[in-house]
T-cell receptor
């Protein structure tokens, strides 16, 4: 058990809908990262938050947004869903700001999103 | 963005050492190299990381070349449970490559 909690585990929805994925980091970790894993793209970094502030963006679509709340949990919002958004979405947390030895990331079990 | 390259697949006999290579020729001087593995569709699991020196922990050893352009993850006595996809990644954003699918065979 990594200590990172993601909910829900599975999500089935229709095209055009909006969903919210939730992540609770390990106790004491200030950084939260979101990744998307689809069959043809591998693990893709989406976005990084540190202590409530956005620190880095990766290949995140404009239809997707995220935030980190004062209690450090994070939510990834996916809107206007398309078939191609079906994927595993992982959250990871780390103690540091994103560089250096303290950036060991611990991953949650993921949310499997199926868009029908 | 930084990019790593790894062989897509490797086989290893149970009990033997598994040596998994990674090229990270664009790594900057102050970025660490990290290794993770993913079993089936579970969340990636941290294995080891390093900057310049070789590293060892209870799971594996990491050998980094002097020019830091490549590294090798060594599983000294592979078991069937080590069958997984192994990723090397660099930097704070963990830019993952496609990984190496390691199959440990009896």
């Amino acid at each position: 058990d990594s200590g990172v909690t993601q909910t829900p585990k599975h999500l089935i929805t229709a095209t055009g809908q909006r969903v919210t994925l939730r992540c609770s980091p390990r106790s004491g970790d200030l950084s939260v990262y979101w990744y998307q894993q689809s069959l043809d793209q591998g693990l893709q970094f989406l976005i990084h938050y540190y202590n409530g502030e956005e620190r880095a963006k990766g290949n995140i679509l404009e239809r997707f947004s995220a935030q980190q709340f004062p209690d450090l949990h994070s939510e990834l919002n996916l809107s206007s869903l398309e078939l191609g958004d079906s994927a595993l979405y992982f959250c990871a947390s780390s103690a540091g700001q994103g560089r250096g030895a303290k950036n060991i990331q611990y991953f949650g079990a993921g949310t499997r999103l199926s868009v029908l | 963005d930084a990019k790593t390259t790894q062989p897509p697949s490797m086989d290893c006999a149970e009990g033997r050492a598994a040596n998994l290579p990674c090229n990270h020729s664009t790594i900057s001087g102050n970025e660490y190299v990290y290794w993770y593995r993913q079993i089936h569709s579970q969340g990636p699991q941290y294995i080891i990381h390093g900057l310049k020196n070789n590293e060892t922990n209870e799971m594996a050893s990491l050998i980094i070349t002097e020019d830091r352009k490549s590294s090798t993850l060594i599983l000294p006595h592979a078991t069937l449970r080590d069958t997984a996809v192994y990723y090397c990644a660099e930097g704070g954003k963990l830019i993952f490559g496609q990984g190496t699918e390691l199959s440990v065979k009896p």
